[in-house]
């Protein structure tokens, strides 16, 4: 929500200096003004904020590349030192009681002084902070923020045995961080430390909007009416309430509304119902209409306050039951209509989240160049920017917001209870306004990592924390505690959940594995890849290029290792570049290429097919499945990884097949069974489609089908099948038409479960353009 309040940016140009923890404790230097800290003997250096600590250091030309070789490796040395940003500034406003210091994003643990004064302490990155002003002046001001490291601040609160998680992440229980700092398969150990968000003074108004939350009480699809409850919570003044009058007024295109209400108490909820009304949807379903709402409050019939915010008009939810199967669910409805999910994993964008910003304009564009109508917002990171959020309503892509927990059982006491109640109640109230938002779940792989040893429903942090804040604030989305959810029918059963993360046989696909695969929806599945050697000559060193192994042929290169990602060579994750070349020679006859630009063809193929085969066995069995969420779209760092789009914005051969396997009215064919394959015309789209197909087989060029047909609205439909013989490899060209003349293609390779020649596949390829 935005309101009509000055604010004054302290972003830009800072200095920094920097201290040992064991120098600290030994020396406690006054740090609480710029003079004091520039007459000190602490390390100095000048800063950007937002920003991080490596990123300061980098410039200073303190460290190299954080990103390159093994530096990551060597820069933990880091994580035991005290960051203390400060600068100057001239303020031209005139503060009071009303004027505040707000800071979007402190990584972590941090002492705030404002002109000598020590005004607040921080202690969670992943929400906003604000602080009394009182000792600011107009005119010059000081303003120092010391970060104390995280690593050693944690140190300080007993952890529980019950509290379990990976190895290198012990350290991460008592810290409301994003987890993947602690180190992760997928990102590096940069434990960090920041102001990574803007930093501003906010001058309040005595009477002012803090908060609404239009909710749907009733929608009449058909009839186009909705009855809305609006939540507000306001700020007055003066003391006669009766003095005061809030207006809400929405657009859509010709779409309107308008009320005006008596207030009788500065919180309450009002009714609004209206017709005309504009539905959000999901893409594919129809048009994701969003509405410009207005609120003004006035007092004595005088505007006093303005804020302005978006909404959507929808309903949702989440139909599941029993246990992964026939009998099972897992499906979104969206307006009474059943949604057919298909899109991505969201991951760090980048192991430094003051570049956050940067990034999100350039990968935002790849979720609709995708067809995406779903994002899973993964437990190991941050809450992301409003940006992302606002693109999604705007495209229609629904979001499943993971809390920021992941593979790991925090403590199971009070402290961390209340850490994550103020945490949460923050980001509902901040994000419940976006009908992009269709689930909240409490973690990530929590309730899987725990099953062993302990029932998942006793974890007090999903089960009741989260649960009594959504009770509070938001009733209007489904929840989900935990992604795979283990409910009490299945952890006693012991029964596989309708909803999971399908990671067995990593180093090949159509296996045993594969054609076991029960549950109704997956929102983790994915497949290594090896990025564009492009891209790999920015991060590994020249002499380390190629071949990836040492002289024993079978040990990967330190550097290789370390964007794995792994801790050290030997750890827990070294099993992922042998893995990469696993997958290339189980899908090549047992060969591999041997240039680095031929591995990374041959890897970038297997990732291709792999993930296009997960996407069309689950589209053609629409709607005993009934969604899939790959894993994933973007690199946070440059490694070796399962992203379709490499840290470098380098996209790998599985973005455009993933891009005609997700398209709304596809064609493509079943496994083989019988002697035979099944083509398949699945439309997600609104209306029936008419089509001319046809399939040419690309070696003989000989056309093996042909004809029309008709793709029924929102169904997969057989529509041919073509007799294939064991043993043999065929490449076919699947292309159609529409009714509008829009013409499409897709493919099919037989005998891939085998394995093919790699020369034969990358000629036949080549039709794909």
Request: charged content about 25%.
């Amino acid at each position: 929500m935005k309101r009509n309040e000055n604010r004054f940016s302290l972003v830009g140009n800072w200095r920094l200096a920097i201290i040992k923890n064991e120098d600290y404790k030994k020396s406690m230097p006054d740090i609480t003004t710029p003079a004091a800290i520039e007459g000190s003997p602490l390390q100095k250096l000048d800063a950007i904020v937002p920003g991080n600590a490596e990123l300061d250091l980098e410039r200073a030309g303190i460290i190299d590349d954080p990103f390159f070789g093994t530096n990551h490796w060597e820069n933990r040395k880091w994580e035991c030192w005290h960051f203390i940003w400060y600068r100057t500034f001239t303020y031209d406003g005139e503060p009071n009681a009303l004027t505040r210091l707000c800071f979007e994003g402190i990584d972590t643990f941090a002492d705030i002084y404002l002109n000598g004064v020590k005004v607040g302490e921080a202690d969670n990155m992943l929400i906003p902070h604000e602080f009394d002003c009182a000792p600011l002046v107009s005119g010059e001001n000081t303003i120092v923020v010391h970060v104390r490291p995280a690593v050693i601040e944690t140190r300080k609160y007993p952890l529980p045995v019950t509290s379990v998680g990976q190895a290198y992440n012990q350290d991460q229980y008592w810290a409301r961080k994003a987890p993947h700092m602690y180190g992760w398969d997928i990102m590096p150990r940069y434990v960090s430390a920041g102001i990574w968000r803007p930093v501003y003074i906010e001058q309040r108004l005595p009477d002012r909007i803090d908060d609404v939350f239009p909710q749907i009480r009733r929608l009449d699809v058909a009839k186009g009416e909705a009855l809305l409850d609006c939540y507000f919570n306001i700020t007055v003044e003066g003391d006669d309430i009766r003095e005061y009058e809030l207006e809400v007024e929405g657009h859509c295109g010709d779409s309107h509304f308008k009320k005006v209400e008596r207030l009788w108490h500065t919180a309450g909820t009002y009714g609004l119902m209206f017709g005309g009304a504009k539905l959000w949807w999901p893409a594919n379903y129809g048009d994701a209409n969003v509405y410009d709402i207005t609120y003004r409050l006035y007092r004595n019939g005088k505007q006093v306050a303005e804020a302005s915010d978006r909404i959507g008009l929808r309903t949702v939810k989440l139909l599941r039951h029993g246990t992964a199967g026939k009998d099972g669910e897992f499906c979104f409805e969206v307006n009474g209509k059943k949604i057919f999910a298909m899109g991505t994993n969201w991951v760090p964008m980048d192991a430094f989240h003051s570049r956050d910003k940067e990034r999100l304009p350039k990968i935002l564009p790849m979720l609709t160049d995708l067809h995406c109508n779903i994002v899973r917002c993964w437990g190991g990171n941050v809450y992301e920017d409003d940006e992302f959020y606002d693109y999604c309503d705007d495209h229609g892509i629904m979001i499943w917001q993971d809390f920021a927990m992941a593979c790991a059982l925090n403590p199971q006491v009070p402290e961390f209870a209340e850490m994550l109640r103020r945490e949460a109640t923050v980001i509902v109230k901040r994000l419940r306004n976006h009908p992009c938002i269709c689930l909240w779940a409490g973690d990530n792989e929590v309730d899987v990592f725990i099953r062993g040893s302990r029932d998942p429903n006793k974890n007090i942090l999903t089960r009741k924390v989260l649960p009594d804040v959504l009770w509070a604030h938001d009733i209007t989305r489904p929840y989900l505690p935990s992604s795979p959810y283990i409910d009490e029918e299945t952890y006693k059963t012991g029964a596989a959940p309708t909803e999971n993360h399908l990671w067995g046989c990593r180093d090949r696909f159509k296996s045993d594995y594969h054609d076991s695969i029960q549950c109704n929806f997956v929102s983790e599945m994915g497949y290594l890849g090896c990025p564009n050697v492009d891209s790999i000559k920015k991060f590994i060193p020249e002499d380390k290029l190629w071949p990836w192994y040492k002289e024993d042929g079978k040990t990967p290169h330190d550097e290789w290792l370390a964007h794995a990602t792994d801790m050290k060579p030997g750890g827990n994750y070294s099993y992922r570049i042998p893995l990469l070349a696993s997958e290339v020679e189980h899908l090549f006859c047992g060969t591999s290429p041997d240039t680095l630009e031929g591995f990374k063809e041959a890897s970038q193929i297997a990732q291709a097919e792999a993930k296009k085969y997960f996407i069309e066995m689950f589209r053609v069995k629409k709607w005993n499945r009934t969604g899939m969420i790959w894993w994933n779209l973007i690199d946070g760092w440059p490694q070796f990884s399962d992203a379709i789009v490499d840290y470098y914005l380098g996209k790998k051969k599985a973005y455009e097949y993933i891009k005609r396997a997700q398209q709304p009215l596809c064609l493509m064919f079943d496994e083989p069974k019988d002697g035979a394959i099944m083509l398949y015309a699945v439309n997600d789209r609104r209306g029936d489609a008419r089509i001319n197909y046809k399939v040419t087989d690309v070696t003989s060029g000989r056309v093996v089908l042909a004809g029309d047909a008709l793709a029924p609205q929102d169904a997969a439909a057989p529509i041919a099948s073509h007799p294939i013989e064991a043993g043999e490899k065929h490449f076919y060209l699947i292309e159609w038409t529409d009714e509008t003349g829009a013409a499409s293609m897709n493919h099919y390779m037989t005998g891939l479960r085998e394995g093919v020649d790699f020369a034969a596949y990358t000629e036949a390829a080549k039709v794909l353009g």
